[in-house]
Every structure is written in structure tokens, then in C-alpha cells.
């Protein structure tokens, strides 16, 4: 099994007390997953050897940065080589092998993987398909992924019509940071999970949890359920857990609204850096942005995901809104203009604007402050944009 999540580097001083024996070289060779700053969803078919890789509208075909997670000590090669085209590295900080794709002269590429042993040498065939961002989100679907042991949703809603461009997304959380804290037995007990308790069918619950001694230990006593369009930073989780969260991915329409279902349940004990607060009651958040990104590396995170000048419209659902419910009770938030800017056409053609939206069952979440036991309750959301 590949190791894909890692503690910090403090966890490894500790003194090894028994001797390690020799291992005999890994057998396995598979790819465990694809990722990249144009990835909005991978998913690998581990029978089949089967990989669909969706990238955004805009993305350069020609060149493709990916990064492929082996079977430890596993090697990778293409089995045909293009212009622009890198050979594969060994990544230190994300365990990934990396390279530089060209997709341009064709959608499908074949590697090969070599076990460590040299006994095994699959071939996956990897499909590059274009794709943008839905504008409805249901919750209905999870990544079938067996090395992950949390839910990851993803929407999906492939390409018809002259230009075969699908609707893709797989949402973010901060599930990969709960999971340093050992608290999860089981993918239930994670801050953001699937429930059957949806307005229709199945939708997202986010809860704010203890994170236990290993929460105490590194100041971060609460954990918020959460769910996001964009990106988890695992490597900078403990050094700035706001700036690990990054938002947004390319979007080429006008928002309006924001809508949806939710219902909501404040835990009984509101607590800021661990300690107490007497008298003051945990809520939640819904919010949505779009904004400016001349380069695609360019996001926003939480700490200022609402307040940077970057930000064209902004969506955020009023103090006065974010009630306790235990129905499904409509939200229904308006995009307003920020920073007396206004959506450029040609900009938003050239892929140039991000749309990011976030929920989270404690607003301050993001800086540990919060109720245990605060769950929102999220389904059938809408982005209607100027164009339906």
C-alpha cells in the first residue's frame, strides 16, 4: 500500500525502540491516484487499468503537469513520447512521480507501471477529457477509492452535444487533516460525511468535532465539517490551517444566486482555543465568490477568501438566516458586487475569473473556534447563473 498521508516532521524524532528487518521487494504496481492544478476529477478503474482524467475548459493539453501516486516503490514510464514531454521524477514532499504530459496530439496516453520487484508491469491507458464546472451539486455520488478512508464527493455530468465538454467536480474538506488526529475509527466519524437524510435521496452532514489530545497538543481543539470547491494543502495543515484551504476553480458564466436546502444543529458548548465561552452560540456559514485569477496558480483561502481585492461578487448567507432548523428549510443567497468591480467579457472568455463556495458547520471553524457537535445539513444546491 502506498503511504499517502504523512504526520509532521516532529512525529519523526521519535527514538525507534526495535530492530527492522529487511523487507522483500514490493510485488504491487498500481496507480493510486492523479492529481494536478487542472485536475478536477480522476477516476482509475483498478481492474480495467482504465484512468479518466478531467481537466478544466481551459487547460493547455500540450502541456499537462501530473502528479501519479505509485505502489511504494513503484516506477513509471510513458509508452510514447511527444513534444513537451518530461521524464517522470520522484516528487520527495507529496510521495508523487511527476512529469509533464502532451495530450495535445491525442486525448489517450499509455504508461507503464514496474513493481519494485520487477515482476509486474501493467499498462493503464489514461484518458484526458475537458471539462467545466457544474452548476448543480446533489451529493449523491462518493469516489470509490479503497486508500481513502473518508468520503469524497464528486458531481458529474458527462460531455453532449458539438463540444463534448463535461461538468465535473470533486469537492474538497478538511477530512485529510481530521485523519492526522487518529480520532476516526471509521469514515463516519469523520467531519464531513455522506447521510441518507437528504431533501432528496442522500446529502452532505458536516460536523464540528473534537480533535482529541492531537488536537490539544498543536492548539487546534475543534475541527469544523466542511465542504469546498477547490484544494486541501495537507502539508501546511499545521502551520497555517486557514491557508491550507484554497478556493476556486475556473468558471466562465455570470453568477446570481446561490441556492439551496439545509438544516442546522448548534452543539451546546462554544469553545475559542479550547477554553469556554460563556453565553455565545456556534452558527454556520454558506458563502460564494468569483474572482479574479490572471494566473490559474492564484487562489484564495480562508483567511481571505471573503475579503481579498481580487473578489468580484460575493455571495454569503446573512447572520440573521443561519438559524437552528431540524427541517429542510431553502436558502436562497444573492451575489453582490465587491470592490466597485465588474465582470470583464473578455476575461471571463479567457478563463480568467475563479468561483469558489464553501460550507462549514462552524463560521469560525477555520480558527478552531466552535461548538462540538454543530452539524449542518447540506442538498440539492444551485448556482443559477445570467444564462439559464
Known amino acids: 500500500m502506498k503511504l499517502r498521508r504523512f504526520l509532521p516532521g516532529f512525529f519523526l524524532a521519535a527514538t525507534l525502540t526495535a530492530c527492522i528487518q529487511d523487507e522483500a521487494p514490493n510485488k504491487e504496481a498500481a496507480i493510486d491516484a492523479v492529481t494536478g492544478d487542472d485536475v478536477q476529477l480522476a477516476n482509475i478503474n483498478a481492474n480495467s487499468k482504465q484512468i479518466s482524467v478531467y481537466v478544466q ?3 493547455d493539453l500540450s502541456s499537462q503537469v501530473l502528479a501519479f501516486t505509485l505502489s511504494d516503490n513503484a516506477s513509471i514510464r510513458a509508452n510514447e513520447s511527444y513534444a513537451g514531454d518530461t521524464e517522470f521524477t520522484f516528487n520527495e514532499s507529496s510521495q508523487t512521480y511527476d512529469a509533464t504530459l502532451n495530450f495535445s496530439e491525442t486525448d489517450t496516453r499509455t504508461l507503464t507501471v514496474t513493481s ?3 515482476a ?4 493503464y491507458t489514461v484518458t484526458l477529457t475537458l471539462s467545466e464546472l457544474p452548476t448543480s451539486y446533489h451529493f449523491e455520488r462518493l469516489l470509490d477509492d479503497p486508500e481513502v478512508p473518508y468520503d469524497v464527493f464528486y458531481e458529474i455530468e458527462p460531455g453532449t452535444g458539438a463540444d463534448g465538454v463535461s461538468k465535473v467536480l ?7 487533516g481530521y485523519e492526522l488526529t487518529a480520532m476516526a475509527q471509521s469514515r463516519t466519524d469523520y467531519p464531513t460525511v455522506q447521510s441518507p437524510d437528504g431533501y432528496t435521496g442522500m446529502c452532505a452532514k458536516l460536523e464540528t468535532k473534537g480533535t482529541g489530545s492531537f488536537g490539544e497538543m498543536v492548539g487546534m481543539h475543534i475541527a469544523a465539517g466542511n465542504l469546498f470547491i477547490g484544494s486541501f494543502d495537507l502539508t501546511n495543515a499545521l502551520n497555517n490551517a486557514p491557508k491550507a484551504t484554497h478556493f476556486g476553480y475556473p468558471f466562465y458564466r455570470h453568477p446570481v444566486r446561490l441556492t439551496g436546502y439545509y438544516k442546522y444543529t ?3 458548548t462554544f469553545t475559542e482555543g479550547g477554553v469556554v465561552t460563556e453565553g455565545k452560540q456556534d452558527r454556520f456559514d454558506i458563502y460564494a465568490m468569483l474572482y479574479e485569477a490572471s494566473d490559474n496558480s ?5 483567511e481571505n477568501g471573503l475579503t481579498h481585492r481580487s473578489i468580484v461578487l460575493l455571495a454569503r448567507i446573512d447572520e ?3 438559524i437552528e432548523t431540524d427541517t429542510w428549510t431553502e436558502f436562497d443567497i444573492p451575489f453582490v458586487a465587491q470592490n466597485g468591480k465588474t465582470i470583464d467579457e473578455q476575461k471571463l472568455q479567457d478563463g480568467k475569473y475563479k468561483l469558489g463556495i464553501v460550507f462549514s458547520s462552524s463560521v469560525d471553524g477555520a480558527y478552531f473556534n466552535g461548538a462540538e457537535g454543530s452539524t449542518l445539513y447540506i442538498d440539492e444546491v444551485r448556482l443559477i447563473c445570467q444564462e439559464d
Open 298 to 302: 492564484f487562489t484564495l483561502d480562508g
Open 266 to 268: 448548534a452543539g451546546d
Open 320 to 322: 440573521a438566516d443561519a
Open 116 to 118: 519494485e520487484d520487477g
Open 57 to 59: 475548459q481551459g487547460a
Open 120 to 123: 509486474s508491469s501493467p499498462q
Open 170 to 176: 470533486q469537492w474538497s474538506s478538511g477530512n485529510p
